[in-house]
């Protein structure tokens, strides 16, 4: 089996991963850490991956990598012709300088 495999079903999308190769992957090559308790590892991975966070976002919210990641995908879909498309915006301005307005 490889790594991961994905598939969609009935709204889901489904990521399979292998268990062993994610386990490897976990704990590396760090020399200081060894697997104990395998299905306490596991439940603990599971329940929280997807909330590991990532970054600080600009309402100084702490954002998931998942977060970051469905983003990277979603704006990488327009440069690619994958399904997704950038619309225009056209914001309008009183036609003063944007760095010198006041909002006022």
Known sequence: MDRFTTTRREGRIILEIDERQFLADAIGSAEDLRLVDREEF??????????????????????????????????AAPATNHGVRRDTVTVTTCGCDPEEHDGG
């Open 42 to 75: 596991l439940r603990f991975a599971l329940a929280n991956v997807y909330t590991l966070t990532h970054d600080v976002d600009q309402d100084d919210e702490r954002v998931s990598w998942w977060k970051r990641l469905a983003e990277s995908l979603g704006k």
